[in-house]
């Protein structure tokens, strides 16, 4: 059974600060995905990292992959108020079957 | 482009009722998604349509939870009977292949 782990669950931080967060999940997968979700929202995609050594960004989020250590991470740097949300990763199952497991989230709130 | 259609936005039923959902997903896409994210976790695949056939619904209740997409586009999501756990936000998505899955805004479900 495919398994994925964020951590931290809970990241209270203020504007300015840069952070990581920390995706391992527990088989082989070459897609992994980053989202998005407002409180009330849908899922909005970030980022899609394909390949082994995958490196995206986007204003103050850069995703990176390592699928040999089954470990992705979602850097933000000069944290604003604005990118309080809830992140989730997710890895298909493949082989076609590509439905996405989730992680639980990470809820991010960004104090002033 | 239009997004994933979504409706009803919000449904409050009373346990033992049935309820359906409906999915309209992004123009050209094949692949279509049914995910159930219950509050405060990530969402989880319930079933995946490419096309009109199922690739997996390994994860769905089935003595309850049907669901069909008879002409390779819209998808209707079935309840029957609801139970007090069924409450959940009930997410479709869609996808073009092997690429990116787009969700769409969420069928609030409500089981008193």
């Known amino acids: 059974e495919l398994k994925v782990e964020q951590n931290p669950l809970f990241l209270s931080m203020q504007e300015g600060k840069n952070y990581t967060i920390y995706c391992n999940y527990s088989?082989?997968?070459?897609?992994l995905y980053w989202y998005r979700q407002d409180p009330g929202k849908s899922l909005e995609s970030l980022f899609v990292?394909?390949?082994?050594?995958a490196v995206k960004q986007e204003g103050r989020l850069m995703a990176s992959l390592d699928t040999k250590a089954r470990l992705s991470t979602l850097h933000i740097t000069a944290a604003v108020h604005d990118l309080s949300a809830t992140y989730f990763c997710?890895?298909?199952?493949?082989?076609?079957?590509?439905?996405?497991?989730f992680g639980k989230g990470t809820h991010l709130i960004i104090q002033p | 482009e239009a997004g994933v259609a979504q409706s009803p936005r919000y449904k409050i039923i009373e346990k033992r009722q049935s309820v359906a959902f409906w999915c309209n997903p992004i123009?050209?896409?094949?692949?279509l998604y049914w995910y159930q994210q219950i509050l405060g976790q990530g969402p989880k695949l319930l079933i995946q349509?490419?096309?009109?056939?199922?690739?997996?619904d390994s994860q769905l209740p089935k003595d309850r939870f049907s669901a069909e997409r008879l002409k390779g586009v819209d998808s209707t999501l079935k309840i029957q009977p609801a139970k007090l756990e069924d409450s959940a936000v009930y997410l479709c998505?869609?996808?073009?292949?092997?690429?990116?899955?787009?969700f769409g805004p969420g069928t609030r479900l409500t089981v008193l």
């Open positions: 998505a869609s996808s073009h292949g092997l690429n990116e899955q787009f």
């Open positions: 123009s050209g896409h094949a692949t």
């Open positions: 997710a890895v298909d199952g493949g082989g076609g079957a590509d439905g996405l497991t």
């Open positions: 088989t082989t997968s070459d897609r």
């Open positions: 990292l394909l390949s082994n050594g």
């Open positions: 349509f490419q096309n009109n056939g199922v690739v997996d």
